[in-house]
């Protein structure tokens, strides 16, 4: 058909022998035209090249033949279904870059899917049983990926760049041969897959938009996917915040210029090699460690949900790892129940203090705990008003004004700390917590070390009353805690009360009763021994549950006068 363009108003129908001869010159196939059941096509150059750009509707039963220089582009609008495999000979050229256009893969015997650029590129079977499409080369879709219900893509190692949609309608294992890199471009690329968690090769986010796991939500599809080596490169790779997806990893992941939007999703790191996180710094929601050979860091990150280190070690050693504490709510990020352990002296546990409005906000006292080992008051000392501890703040006023004590187990009393000591995991320490002497707004203030994990006793010898603190940056249950000669109740000073509010773990009741006996990260809590006794706390310990970090009782030894007029 050496015409320079097609123009079938009809649908074509049989199993003819259609040939393009466009021998340097373009042939257009118009988006009117239908040839259904053709038994062979060729685009033949000749050795003089050419194009035919193809609007219409194709289906080819047998050979799909191009030769001799020429190009066949599936253009805009195109559909182009081929049943057996794609022969290319003497230079010519197969593409299908139109915006949109649709190249289908189908056929019983027949598998092979050339290498090329297209835009909508679909995997399908006529048979019944599932079986294998292989990709012969390095292949880039512009639009969307769909795998059919009956089909199952051999990647064979090679790279795939999709812009558009990953859509795998498979029930089944369904794609293998996952060695090459998948790289999701253009605005809003997306992967869902029917069932099962989809795995891929190495993964690139490299969009201008978000990439998001199953943006449509499609009922009976999951997000997930399972990834070698994870490159955050541009664009935000945004766990979704409806499903709240898992992306597991089993190599390396890397931001250079993407970001993360952990949404309530989880980063999920399984490999059996040493893993590292690297490269910019990522806000994640929700980590679970579970590598035996180690998970590391070497660039600051944060975290707003809750790190599980399921087996192996978790290690922040040379640049900060923050466990935020939201400035609205004052929930703070947690270390959960684990099996493994933590490591590295690089972490940062925040704790927000909330307070009422300014024009009411007084400052107060309240009991605090640090949740990492190896860290001394100085931790404290640049973000809440101390004097009198060789503090920045100095001191205060005359005669000297004192803003931490330590409850005295001997004399059950306070004493004043006059230098900055070592915080000691399990005890509770009684700090002034303002901005100045005469007011307190909200404010957050952090500890820095490696955080406590494991099996902590402290222990209670004389009868009299201890103050403690929870060692972990977790909440924890007071029910859960193993206690000996202790009686089965705790104290937290409460400004809502002035006092020490009570909770009776025999009762489940209190003044505290609405916080379910929870204790906060960073809180110091007081108990009563009867002698001879201890407290252990456990990775079993730990819980879930957020409740309201419970604020500071009035100031110590306060005096409180009320003026008025006489009849008032």
Excluded at 108 to 125: G, K, P, Q, R
Excluded at 161 to 167: F, R, V
Excluded at 398 to 407: A, E, H, L, M
Aim: charged share 10%.
């Amino acid at each position: 058909v050496p015409a320079p363009s097609i123009n079938q108003a009809g649908t074509m129908v049989g199993t003819f022998v259609l040939t393009f001869r466009p021998y340097g010159r373009t042939i257009n196939v118009a988006s009117t035209s239908t040839f259904l059941g053709i038994n062979q096509v060729f685009c033949e150059g000749l050795g003089s090249g050419g194009t035919v750009n193809n609007s219409g509707i194709l289906s080819v039963n047998t050979i799909f033949q191009v030769s001799g220089g020429a190009t066949f582009n599936n253009s805009v609008g195109g559909i182009l279904t081929l049943r057996k495999n794609v022969t290319i000979l003497s230079g010519g050229i197969f593409t299908a870059t139109g915006n949109p256009n649709t190249v289908t893969y189908t056929g019983i015997n027949w598998s092979n899917i050339h290498n090329t650029t297209y835009h909508h590129l679909s995997i399908a079977h006529s048979g019944v049983t599932v079986t294998n499409k292989f990709l012969l080369g390095n292949t880039t879709i512009n639009g969307d990926l769909t795998i059919a219900s009956n089909a199952q893509l051999h990647c064979q190692n090679f790279n795939v760049t999709i812009a558009g949609n990953w859509i795998n309608d498979c029930s089944t294992v369904s794609t293998t041969g996952l060695g090459g890199t998948f790289t999701f471009t253009g605005a809003t690329p997306s992967i869902r897959r029917l069932t099962n968690e989809e795995t891929l090769g190495n993964v690139v986010v490299s969009c201008t938009g978000s990439f998001i796991p199953n943006s449509a939500l499609t009922p009976g599809y999951t997000g997930n996917f399972n990834c070698n080596n994870l490159t955050l490169a541009s664009g935000t790779l945004d766990l979704n915040s409806t499903a709240n997806y898992t992306v597991s990893v089993t190599g390396n992941m890397t931001r250079t210029a993407g970001t993360l939007n952990g949404r309530n999703g989880l980063i999920n790191f399984i490999g059996t090699a040493a893993q590292t996180i690297s490269g910019g710094a990522l806000t994640f929601s929700n980590i679970r460690s579970a590598n035996t050979a180690g998970v590391s860091t070497s660039s600051a990150h944060n975290m707003t949900g809750t790190l599980t280190v399921a087996s192996g070690t978790f290690t922040s050693a040379t640049a900060n790892f923050t466990l935020i504490s939201n400035t609205t709510t004052g929930i703070t990020a947690r270390i959960g129940t684990s099996a493994g352990t933590v490591a590295g002296s690089r972490w940062v546990v925040q704790r927000r203090i909330l307070t009422g409005a300014p024009s009411s906000s007084a400052p107060y006292w309240g009991d605090y705990a640090s949740p990492v080992s190896g860290t001394t008051l100085s931790d404290w000392d640049s973000e809440m008003y101390m004097s009198g501890v060789g503090g920045a703040d100095g001191t205060a006023c005359c005669p000297t004004f004192y803003s931490v004590c330590q409850w005295n187990n001997g004399g059950a009393d306070y004493s004043n700390v006059t230098s900055l000591i070592p915080l000691v995991p399990g005890y509770g320490y009684s700090a002034w917590t303002a901005n100045n002497l005469g007011a307190f707004y909200p404010l957050t203030f952090d500890t820095r070390g490696t955080p406590n994990g494991g099996t902590l006793v402290v222990g209670t010898p004389a009868a009299t009353y201890y103050l403690l603190g929870n060692p972990y940056p977790s909440q924890i249950l007071f029910s859960a805690l193993t206690r000996v000669g202790v009686n089965n109740r705790f104290y937290v000073l409460d400004e809502t009360i002035q006092d020490y509010a009570t909770w009776s773990g025999a009762t489940g009741t209190g003044k505290l009763a609405g916080g379910g006996g929870v204790i906060n990260s960073s809180q110091g809590f007081m108990v009563e021994s009867t002698g001879g006794g201890s407290v252990t706390f456990t990775e079993a310990s730990k819980t879930t549950t957020n409740v309201t970090f419970v604020k500071e009782a009035l100031p110590q030894d306060m005096v409180k006068y009320h003026f008025s007029k006489e009849g008032k």
